[in-house]
């Protein structure tokens, strides 16, 4: 079971980024998808997160209105649209899957999910 992530790289301040997610070994269409990330000397932290059906999603404050996140289930996969980038995005962007029923209240812990991806590089320059 392996999640891929991908699509990070170098972008200017108000920039915009597609992270994917490509998830193999088994099928993730029943779990929430998430993303997480983090900055060197700071813990790991919730970024968004996605119902297994698509219909709900649910963002850190510091990038509601910015970024986007989907899925599309019949290819496995999970992305991360960010749009507006500010040099504090800046971080190594993890993707993550969640074998548990949607709870908005502890979407945001990582201990929660199950399986995770190896992370993408983003780097924001002001």
């Known amino acids: 079971v392996q999640l891929q992530a991908s699509g990070g790289g170098l972008v200017q301040v108000g920039g915009s980024l597609r992270l994917s997610c490509a998830a193999s070994g088994r099928t993730f269409s029943t779990y929430t998808r998430g993303w997480f990330r983090q900055s060197p000397g700071k813990e790991r932290e919730f970024v968004a997160a996605i119902r297994w059906s698509g219909g709900s999603a649910y963002y850190a404050n510091s990038v509601k209105g910015r970024f986007t996140i989907s899925r599309d289930n019949a290819k496995n996969m999970v992305y991360l649209q960010m749009n507006s980038l500010k040099p504090e995005d800046t971080a190594v962007y993890y993707c993550?899957?969640?074998?548990?029923?949607?709870?908005?209240?502890?979407?945001?812990?990582?201990?929660?999910?199950?399986?995770w991806g190896q992370g993408t590089q983003v780097t924001v320059s002001s």
């Open positions: 993550a899957a969640d074998r548990r029923s949607w709870a908005v209240g502890v979407l945001s812990e990582a201990q929660r999910y199950d399986y």
